[in-house]
Antibody
Framework: EVQLVETGGGLVQPGNSLKLSCATSGFTFSTAWMNWIRQTPGKRLEWLAQ??????????SYLESVKGRFTISRDDSKSSVYLQMNNLKEEDTAIYYCSSTTVVTGVMDAWGQGASVTVSS | DIQMTQSPASLSASLGETVTIECRASEDIYSNLAWYQQKPGNSPQLLIY???SLADGVPSRFSGSGSGTQYSLKINSLQSEDVASYFCQQYNNYPYTFGAGTKLELK
């Protein structure tokens, strides 16, 4: 069974940092491309970042508005993907999901249950 | 960025009815379109990719169609478990972008 489990969410003050983790199982993580997507309080979905696999030199793509503040990384030995978020703003308040891409580039074929991040003073 | 416009924003239908949700892209996305279902309190789940390919385990009452800039998701013989929000997503260009969603309720 494919599983993705996000941890690390919480309440943080504006300007502070938070690191989300996503532990996975049930699929070949090393060849999967991994993504982070967030869902705003208004229920809109926003793709944030993608990291490709080793054969693609772990190439990374970001949504322009988070480039420089957010960093995606992965550890194939732990079947985990991470999202480091710096200089957080109130508009970053959302549910953050990790997702896997294993079949078709760009398709999120499995999602975690989400981690809630609230940025507020 | 490619804008994805979904309609309607909400929809009320009866059990057994056929419903259709539309998604329009701001430019040609060459069938690089996926549909996701999000049941209340859960994360999104893949329904359809490449505009018309059913994901594993998805009931055959779901189908997708379209090309160019216009796409649709059809649910035949609506079941109670289909109550959910539905989102389209393009993956033709970065950044990947989603429609605003359609909330489907039972009448």
């Amino acid at each position: 069974e494919v599983q993705l489990v996000e941890t690390g969410g919480g309440l943080v003050q504006p300007g502070n940092s938070l690191k989300l983790s996503c532990a996975t199982s049930g699929f070949t993580f090393s060849t999967a491309w991994m993504n982070w997507i967030r869902q705003t309080p208004g229920k809109r979905l926003e793709w944030l970042a993608q990291i490709e696999d080793k054969s693609n030199n772990y190439f990374i793509s970001y949504l322009e508005s988070v480039k420089g503040r957010f960093t995606i990384s992965r550890d194939d030995s732990k079947s985990s993907v991470y999202l480091q978020m710096n200089n957080l703003k109130e508009e970053d308040t959302a549910i953050y999901y990790c997702s896997s891409t294993t079949v078709v580039t760009g398709v999120m074929d499995a999602w975690g249950q989400g981690a809630s991040v609230t940025v507020s003073s | 960025d490619i804008q994805m416009t979904q309609s309607p924003a909400s929809l009320s239908a009866s059990l057994g009815e056929t419903v259709t949700i539309e998604c329009r892209a701001s430019e040609d996305i060459y069938s690089n379109l996926a549909w996701y279902q999000q049941k209340p309190g859960n994360s999104p789940q893949l329904l359809i990719y490449d505009a018309n390919s059913l994901a594993d385990g998805v009931p055959s009452r779901f189908s997708g169609s379209g090309s160019g800039t216009q796409y649709s998701l059809k649910i035949n013989s609506l079941q109670s478990e289909d109550v959910a929000s539905y989102f389209c997503q393009q993956y033709n260009n970065y950044p990947y972008t989603f429609g605003a969603g359609t909330k489907l309720e039972l009448k």
